[in-house]
T-cell receptor, first 114, second 113 residues
Framework: ETGVTQSPTHLIKTRGQQVTLRCSSQ?????VSWYQQALGQGPQFIFQ???????GRGNFPPRFSGLQFPNYSSELNVNALELDDSALYLC?????????????FGPGTRLTVL | GESVGLHLPTLSVQEGDNSIINCAYS??????FIWYKQESGKGPQFIID?????DKRQGQRVTVLLNKTVKHLSLQIAATQPGDSAVYFC????????????FGTGTRLTVIP
């Protein structure tokens, strides 16, 4: 186990709704990255948070937003849900630095949009 | 753009044999590479990593080889066990931009008892 936890485990929403996913990072880590994994594909980078600020973003629209809190936990918010947003959402925590930045993943949240 | 690809989408091996999973990457600026194992319904699990200043790194039953000349990465698993059955991803990180990883599609390894 990595010590990275995510909630909820599963979630079902309908098109147009909003969703918030949560992630608690591994003890001692200061960075959280979020990834979207569609069925049968590799994870795709959404964004990363370091010291409560966005520290890089992938090719995702602005309706994907996030937060990082002082205890380094993080939220991923998705507005105006679309059917294609159905995926496994993964968070990974790390300690940002040159030699200690391995990303450790949580179990993911399975989001289904109907 | 950056891409990480795998030569073989599926691989079946007999229990006890060695497994080799290959990966090609396109960004010569990438400085860090990681292999992850993902079992059904779980998040990716870190296996082993290697930095671009190395050619080889060994762990417990696993070895990662990096050939920067041809931009190729491989994961060798010795004495493959049924518990090794999973999807394996290689991921790369570019020195440019944030500490984000680019993943390939993955290779499904099936170990035959």
């Amino acid at each position: 186990e990595t010590g990275v936890t995510q909630s909820p485990t599963h979630l079902i929403k309908t098109r147009g709704q909003q969703v918030t996913l949560r992630c608690s990072s591994q003890s001692g880590h200061n960075t959280v990255s979020w990834y979207q994994q569609a069925l049968g594909q590799g994870p795709q980078f959404i964004f990363q948070y370091y010291r409560e600020e966005e520290n890089g973003r992938g090719n995702f629209p602005p309706r994907f937003s996030g937060l990082q809190f002082p205890n380094y936990s993080s939220e991923l918010n998705v507005n105006a849900l679309e059917l294609d947003d159905s995926a496994l959402y993964l968070c990974a925590s790390s300690l940002l630095g040159l030699d200690t930045d391995t990303q450790y993943f949580g179990p993911g949240t399975r989001l289904t949009v109907l | 753009g950056e891409s990480v690809g795998l030569h073989l989408p599926t691989l079946s091996v007999q229990e006890g044999d060695n497994s080799i999973i290959n990966c090609a990457y396109s960004n010569s600026a990438s400085d860090y590479f990681i292999w992850y194992k993902q079992e059904s319904g779980k998040g990716p699990q870190f296996i082993i990593d290697i930095r671009s200043n190395m050619d080889k790194r060994q762990g417990q039953r696993v070895t990662v080889l990096l050939n920067k000349t041809v931009k190729h990465l491989s994961l060798q698993i010795a004495a493959t066990q049924p518990g090794d059955s999973a999807v394996y991803f290689c991921a790369e990180r570019s020195v440019v931009g944030a500490n984000n990883l680019f993943f390939g599609t993955g290779t499904r390894l099936t170990v035959i008892p």
